[in-house]
């Protein structure tokens, strides 16, 4: 079951320790790696296709995603599954990340994939969250704001999701 936006929160700020920006303190590279795999090839097998999966991801608060192409589900554009070097934490998104806003994404999101991802993700062990809230600026104790320019502070999205 997806974490709502409170627990979202809560957990985004247990996460965020100062000085660990691209893994946590604990973080067992080669457990989540399989995992990741394990991932990926359930998603093959659920949408019966093929994923693109980018497994090599350098300089990142993420370990990889894996696409499920458009013809493999009933939306009319890919789904994103990013999955977070911390906390198990996954961000499920129509097309690209940031793509849609939250009402398009409501709408052209069919229920029955979000729901076909959601129960591989459960099976696994991972937490989904919602995308949207994490495009808000970033506001953590990390000092992780302090690799970007002040006139383009990062978000939650970047923090733990994305490209340092």
């Not at 700020?13 to 394990?38: C, K, S, T």
């Not at 994923?51 to 890919?78: F, K, M, Y």
């Not at 977070?84 to 939250?102: I, Q, R």
């Amino acid at each position: 079951m997806p974490l709502d936006e409170q627990q979202t929160w809560a957990m985004l700020r247990e996460l965020d320790e100062p000085g660990y920006w691209e893994v946590p303190h604990d973080f067992d590279g080669p457990a989540a790696r399989a995992r990741f795999e394990r991932l990926a090839e359930r998603l093959d097998l659920r949408f019966g296709c093929s994923c693109e999966v980018d497994r090599h991801v350098q300089d990142a608060s993420h370990l990889g995603r894996i696409v499920i192409p458009a013809g493999a589900t009933s939306a009319e554009d890919q789904v994103t599954v990013t999955v977070s070097n911390f906390g198990g934490l996954v961000a499920v998104t129509l097309g690209n990340p940031g793509s849609y806003d939250e009402d398009e994404e409501q709408e052209l999101f069919p229920a029955r994939d979000r729901r076909r991802v959601e129960d591989e993700l459960e099976a696994l062990g991972y937490l989904p969250v919602p995308e949207h809230p994490l495009w808000t600026k970033y506001t953590g104790i990390s000092g992780f704001d302090a690799l970007y320019p002040p006139d383009r502070p990062p978000s939650w999205w970047d923090r733990f999701f994305d490209y340092l």
